[in-house]
């Protein structure tokens, strides 16, 4: 198993790496940094000085190497924009975007799992067939469209919920929670729905088409010729072994939401990364495009590899080859 571990760590080291390069590619072909640090009028000599103190007249092999040992200690360089480290940007943007993914996940995985195995139990009910439709809604209908269309009805009509922002906010520490508030928990629920809905479609519909080719196996034949109750046939056997790729499609969907979250972020005006990396693109900012490029694939990284895990702990056949030798 440790083996296991180790050779799934260094093939996403390896991914980091390329990405990292990708990363640095933007410095080196996306223009030149100088011109977006000085005005026009600024001297030549003046302009030879920064790109020294930059760094910039080193070969490329050394400014890759650097630009890899300031990433592993959190150092993106300076906003040509905001004029601040990227880092302390990201970190000041990041509770509101992971608070924001949490209840999305949420959300998608508790009614997308219910919903896929009432829809498989219940295949031929009204409910169910009610469930499918909403699935095909969710699929269909672009994410700035569904956010759009929530803040027309819940925020413009009835004016239950906020249509922007993020409510008021507890500082614990460096971390930013909505979670402690009225307003916080308020102004939760639109994007939340917003980013997850397309999410719970896909779990729902994975869930369901799963539970009913579990629900045909022979095993679950003789676990009611046993005598089984129906519960722990349907919750205990069926659902256990239907939940093995959900936990594939659930990891890589997280991160989807994170990265993914530009859009339902623009909409909602959420402050969070994904409103700093679209404000990044509009002002050519590099570095915050870079970073938020690394931190993306650290992320899809890291669930991958918890999902690899997961694996060989719900299904025993994946434990016995992993430890079964080459």
Known sequence: ???????????????????????????????DPVNQLVGPDTP???????RESLGLDDPVV???????????RGQFGNSYQFRQPVSSLI?????????????????????????GVYSALRRDGALAKLFQVVSLVGVSLPTFLIGILLIFLFSVTLGWLPSFGRGDTVRLGWWTTGFLTASGLRALILPSITLGLFQMTLIMRLVRAEMLEVLRTDYIRFARARGLTTRSIHFG??????????????GLQLGSIIAFSIITETVFQWPGMGLLFVQAVQNVDVPIMAAYLLLVALIFVSINLVVDILYTVVDPRLRVAVRRPA
């Open 237 to 250: 056997h069926a659902l256990k072994n239907t939940l093995v790729p959900v936990i594939t499609v659930a």
């Open 91 to 115: 970190a000041e943007r990041m509770p509101a975007t992971l608070e924001l993914a949490l209840c999305a996940t949420v959300f998608a995985l508790v009614f997308g799992i219910l919903m």
């Open 44 to 50: 030549y000599a003046e302009r030879l000085q920064i």
């Open 1 to 31: 198993m440790l083996a296991f571990v180790l050779r799934r760590a260094l093939q996403s080291i390896g991914v980091l790496l390329a990405v990292g390069l990708i990363a640095f590619s933007m410095f080196r072909f996306a223009g």
């Open 62 to 72: 050394v400014q890759f190497a650097r630009y890899v040992g300031n990433a592993l």
